[in-house]
């Protein structure tokens, strides 16, 4: 989906997700600059520099990382799940700027939504797996 920018500028949308983590991704013609909650991207992680890296991971692949900056609305989770969901975003936005992206992103695994969830707790476990001590007598 394109959208026109009040700046007449061309964005281009993605959403990712992982865990209980959602962002909505924007890629604007820029400079390369990562905005985050209206933060920079290395205040907002922290300065962890592995997750700035994995979420521009995508567009270092096609060659664009200072071709875009990435504005993102994240909420949800913790700092890793909204990484990886904000790395799905871009690479999702990257498919929408041209559909020849496509087929890079898949084989580098950027498109590919992990499934893996908290497992919920069960009756009669003190957490989702982990049994009371047993007591032989």
């Known amino acids: 989906m394109q959208v026109n920018a009040p700046e007449d500028k061309v964005v281009y949308w993605g959403t990712g997700r992982r865990k209980s983590a959602i ?3 924007r890629l604007v013609p820029g400079s390369g600059e990562l905005t985050i909650n209206k933060k920079p991207g290395d205040i907002y992680f922290n300065r962890i520099a592995s ?3 994995s979420i521009k991971a995508p567009l270092e692949t096609l060659g664009l990382e200072n071709d875009y ?4 609305t994240a909420h949800g989770g913790g700092l890793t799940g909204q990484a990886d969901a904000v790395k799905l975003g871009v690479a ?3 498919c929408e700027l ?4 496509r087929q890079p992103l ?3 695994g950027y498109l590919t939504r992990d499934p893996r969830a908290k497992e919920r707790k069960k009756y ?3 957490k989702a797996r982990k049994a ?6």
């Open 132 to 137: 009371h001590q047993y007591s032989k007598r």
């Open 51 to 53: 997750y700035i890296q």
């Open 23 to 25: 962002a909505r991704v």
């Open 98 to 101: 041209a559909p020849e992206n």
């Open 69 to 72: 900056d990435i504005l993102v």
């Open 92 to 94: 999702r936005a990257l």
């Open 124 to 126: 009669g476990l003190h």
């Open 106 to 108: 898949k084989v580098e």
